[in-house]
């Protein structure tokens, strides 16, 4: 009886004493092993096109090399106990993204994207170190929600002062810069949607009023929430960026659906979804012709008028077959506009075929997935649906762009993160990333006898 008592004595204290594995090691390695493979494509692409390896692989490799070192020492030092796995997916996603972008410059002498885009990821991994390094704990964001989302419909209203792009005004260009500010405005959107709920979980969940088998919460305590969503939906409508407009519905949707536990909203959005696209697509011509593209994908080559963009794509998907044509010798360049930004995914699928493929959607899911076992570690709900909504960003994003290319879906707008053309969208992405490092390091902390700093 001595010997148990003192046994169970001395239990909680040796429980206490272990402390949890930091994992920076197996980081660092991952992060070579992704820089490594980038480098490598670069180097078959030239290999494919010219026989030779491209001039430039050796400042490609250490640049991209010191940039994920940069951004590993940070998580090193003020994120000791961070998801191993976020940074190097990252690192990895972005150094493909910039190696099809280049592949792809060399089918179009006249517009170059490869050298901005590498700009604007050194800014985008420069955002992460900040974030990384200043914001010591996520929960500080919650004191700033308002400020959050008056900030993100001003950056939703701001494109609508400038010209048309492509028929979309969702863009601002100023002596040739441009941003696109709606892509911003989904990460401050996250913000606020995770303090509100956070606040008024309860309320959501246990108050109101029951139609049939949902239980609606009171006016008072949804009428805000939905009130923000609407303006920020509505506004996009305007410019007709109905992408991002199906991304912050389904944001809504899922972090209401995490907050109160009550599977009817999931049921409601799906609904409202496909009576929202029904309407719309009879109003827009513009959406409508995208829901005729996806009805009948064929249907301009059998008009005798040539294979349109999705066509193209599906052709591409199809060429590259099991294991792919090869880094550079595919021709998804005949999709024409947006072969670096809507349709980059069109090319990997030509070049890598179904196995490169599949590799880059499980490099997402693992992404998504570690962003949601973060989430689910806190104990904290702020935390917890800040987590899930930025992890739900990156999942909506990919299954709309992916779905939308290989026919899935109807097409939309919008840029896959990390791989495609976009300078907001991997500055974006990356702040995410970052936030996602920082709730990882509090969630693990938390288990280690401490509480984040």
Known sequence: MSNAGTAAAAAPTAVADVRLPRRRGIELALI?????????????????????????????????GVLALVAHLAVRLRAPYADPLPLPIGVLLNGLGLVLIYRLDLETPGDHAAPAQLVWSTLGVALFIVVVLLLRDHRVLQRYSYVCVVAALVLLLAPILFPAVNGARIWIRVAGFSIQPGEFAKVLLAVFFAAYLAANRNALAYTGRRIWRMQFPTGRVLGPLVTIWLLSVGVLVLERDLGTSLLFFGLFVMLLYVA????GWIAVGLVLAVLGAVAVGRVEPHVGARIADWLHPFATIEAGRGPNQLSQSLFAFAAGGLLGTGLGLGHSVLIGFATKSDFILATAGEELGLAGLAAIILLYALLVERGYRAGLALREPFGRLLAVGLASILALQVFVIAGGVTGLIPL??????????????????????????????????????????
Do not use: H, K
Not at 39 to 56: E, N, T
Not at 260 to 263: D, I
């Open 32 to 64: 070579v092993l992704a820089v490594t493979l980038s480098v490598y494509g670069y180097c078959a692409v030239g290999l494919a096109r010219a026989g030779r390896v491209p001039p430039g692989a050796l400042a490609y490799g250490a640049g991209l």
């Open 260 to 263: 109160t536990g009550r599977t």
């Open 412 to 453: 939309t707008g919008m840029a896959m993160p990390f791989l495609a053309q976009g300078g907001s969208s991997v500055v974006t992405n990356w702040a995410i990333v970052a936030l996602l490092i920082r709730v990882s390091d509090s969630a693990r902390s938390q288990y280690d006898g401490r509480e984040a700093p």
